[in-house]
């Protein structure tokens, strides 16, 4: 009764204030290892710009998305710490504001050296959700390039742990997949009744043109821009950005 009692609170507040009640409580934090909180000072940006609190919190939820995640390498490539680090790290960073972080439409992550080839789609691809199979699936090559530069807007492990969320958000009834999937729809209901900021968008070529593509594809790319040029989203579509962080529940510094 009181667990049934606290999801309604929760909810009514959660229609209030489009944040969850609460995101971080935990029993016992989970550590990581010293070689793993190097790797994300020296090649994480996201995490030096979280508090010292916040980034206990961050590797904790590293950990755990680390233990309940398989990683299998293709083609030869030795699937390290190293590599299971920083794309763990991505999934982590984009579920932040979620209480529920854990991605459950993603069981199997597969590293390739490189571009491979889909049997499904028949074509060459650097990165592939598999819902079906619980999978995706990364080129390792593409997905360094992703944060080589971290403000021209393509981030392929970003860009494709979204379509992972976007699709657990769907499926899920937790409080964070609720608010996520409502403020996409929030976001296609503003779009689609003003013109102007429709058309603002598409004539700006703030996103690339692959972002029109479909829903999926305007969403993902919509989150890359958000995490790499969070203040030049801001500025030129300040209502757009703020329904991405609403549906990110993102509120650490710098966004």
């Known amino acids: ?3 049934f ?3 309604l609170f929760e909810r009514i507040y959660s229609l209030i204030y489009k944040r969850p009640l ?23 940006l996201f995490y030096n ?9 961050f590797e904790h939820r590293l950990a755990t998305f680390l233990k309940s995640k398989k990683f299998l390498g293709r083609d030869g490539i ?6 299971q680090v920083l794309i763990s790290a991505t999934a982590v960073m984009l579920t932040f504001g979620f209480r529920d972080y854990l991605i459950g439409a993603v069981s199997t992550i597969i590293i390739y050296p490189e571009t491979f080839y889909s049997q499904i789609k028949q074509e060459y691809h650097k990165g592939e959700f598999n819902p079906f199979f619980s999978a995706l699936a990364l080129s390792w090559k593409d997905f360094k390039k992703g944060y080589a530069i971290d403000n021209d807007n393509l981030n392929l492990g970003i860009h494709e742990f979204a379509h992972a969320i976007h699709y657990n958000s769907n499926t899920e009834s937790d409080i964070s997949s609720i608010i996520f999937r409502e403020s996409i729809n929030e976001l296609l209901h503003l779009l689609s ?19 029109f593509t479909n829903p999926f594809e305007f969403l993902a790319v919509l989150i890359e821009n958000f995490i790499e040029t969070p ?12 329904k991405v962080k609403q549906m990110l529940n993102f509120n650490m510094r710098g966004y």
């Open 1 to 3: 009764m009181l667990f």
């Open 5 to 7: 009692g606290f999801r």
């Open 22 to 44: 609460f995101v971080h409580w935990y029993f016992k934090l989970r550590t990581i290892s010293s070689e793993q909180r190097q790797i994300l000072k020296d090649q994480f």
């Open 49 to 57: 710009k979280l508090s010292k609190r916040e980034q206990r919190y």
């Open 78 to 83: 030795s699937v390290d710490g190293h590599v």
């Open 193 to 211: 009744k003003d013109k102007d900021l429709r058309e603002a968008l598409i004539n700006s070529q703030y996103l690339r043109s692959y972002a």
């Open 231 to 242: 203040h030049v989203f801001k500025d030129q579509f300040p209502q757009i950005y703020i």
